[in-house]
C-alpha cells in the first residue's frame, strides 16, 4: 500500500557509529528494497577519496547485491591507488549551528586554525542572512551591513584570542563613510580593529572633501597607517568588477600577511569573469585560485518527480567545510540539522554533491547511460573554473 513518507522517514541518521539508513519512497513493490543504502559507521567511515562516479562502478561489477557496506567499498579503493592521502582529521557527523554567533565563532576558529598551518590567503563562505529572505542577496544593503556587522563580530573574537590586530577592508571610500557612519562606536570601542578601503593608499582630487555630510573623509595616511599595525585583513562586500582591486592592495598593502576574503560569494563572481565589461578569466587562474575556503556552506535545494504520491520529493543539502577537516555533503533533514553523508579531500562541486544526495536519498534510479540519466543530469555539470586545472597557477581553492 503506497503512502506518503515525511523526509525524516526518507532518511534516518544517528549518532556516529551507529548504523543509519536512507529510503526512496517511489513506489512499495520487490524492487524496492534494492534501493536501500546502508551507512554502517557514520560519514568518516567511508573512504574520503572514492566518490559516487567511482562507486557505480564497483556496483556494476556486482549489482546482484541488494545492499553494499562502505567499508567494502573502502577497501576496494586500496585496489585503485588513488594518488591523494585520506586526512586524518574527521569531520563532523552533523552540523546545526544555533545562531549567526556560532556561525562566526566556527568560521573564526577555522580561520585561525589555517593561520597557525602557514595559509595566508583564506576564504570564509556562509549565508549571511537567514534562509527566509528570498531573492539574489549579494547587493542589497541587508546584505552588506550584515557582512560588515558579522566581519567585525569575527575582528573581535580573533583579538581577544590572540590580541592580533584586524583591519576590515570594504571596496570604497564611498562605502568606507556609510559603514563608518553605522558601525562607528563599535569601531571606536574596540580596541586594534580597523576599517579601511581598497583604494585607501590612492589619493584622490576630492579627498578632503565630505559628499556625505556626517561623517568626515579619514585621510588616506591614517587608513594607510592602521593597514600597515595590521597582522589580519578581511575583505568583505567586494564585487566581480573590485576583484583586480583586491590584487592590487595585496600587492602593494598586505604583502605577506593573512587575508580572508569573507563572504563575497566567489563562485558567483567567477561566474562573470570573461564576460563583456568584467575582468578577464586569467584572474581566476593567477589570483583567485589562491584562497583556500577554510569555513564553507553552500546550500541548494532540489526535488525530483517520481510516479507514485507523494509525486514530488523535495530534498536539501549543503557543501561543507571546516578547515582542518575534509569537504563535505551534507543533507538537510526535517529538524534543520545536516548530516554528513559523503566527505572527500577534494572540493566537489554542485552537481557531484547532488549525486551525493540522490544517492543518500535512494533516488538514483535511473540507469548508467541511459537517456533518461542524461536528461536528468544534462550535458554539463561543472563549470568552467572547475575545469580549468591543467592552466591554474596552484591549486589552492580545491583543498
Known sequence: MERTLAQSEVLQVRSAGRASTSYCPRYAGPQAESTRWAFSGGCNSRAPNLRRSERQVLRAAAPEQAETSLESIATTEDSLAQPEKIRK????????????????????????????????????????????????????????????????????????????????????????????????????????????????????????FNFFGSVPDTDAETLSQAARKADLFIVVNASTIELPDVERYIAETVGDRPLVLWNLELDTLRADLGLLGFPPKELQYRFLCQFTPVFYIRQRDYSKSVAVAPFIINYSGCIFREYPGPWQVMLRQDNGEYACIAEDVRRYNLGEAKEELMSAMGLDTEVEGSAMQFLRRGYKRSTWWEDAKDVESVDSWRR
Open 89 to 208: 582529521v574527521p569531520g563532523r557527523q552533523t552540523y546545526r549551528p544555533a545562531s549567526f554567533q556560532e556561525l562566526v565563532k566556527d568560521a573564526t576558529t577555522s580561520v585561525k586554525n589555517a593561520i597557525k598551518d602557514g595559509l595566508t590567503r583564506m576564504e570564509v563562505e556562509f549565508p549571511a542572512l537567514p534562509g527566509n529572505i528570498d531573492g539574489y542577496k549579494g547587493a542589497s544593503d541587508w546584505f552588506i551591513d550584515s557582512n560588515i556587522q558579522l566581519a567585525l563580530a569575527a575582528s573581535k573574537m580573533v583579538r581577544a584570542d590572540s590580541g592580533k590586530r584586524v583591519h576590515i577592508v570594504v571596496p570604497d571610500g564611498g562605502e568606507y563613510n556609510r559603514s563608518y557612519k553605522m558601525f562607528k562606536a563599535a569601531l571606536e570601542a574596540a580596541d586594534g580593529i580597523s576599517m579601511g578601503h581598497l583604494k585607501e593608499n590612492s589619493k584622490s582630487v576630492f579627498s578632503g
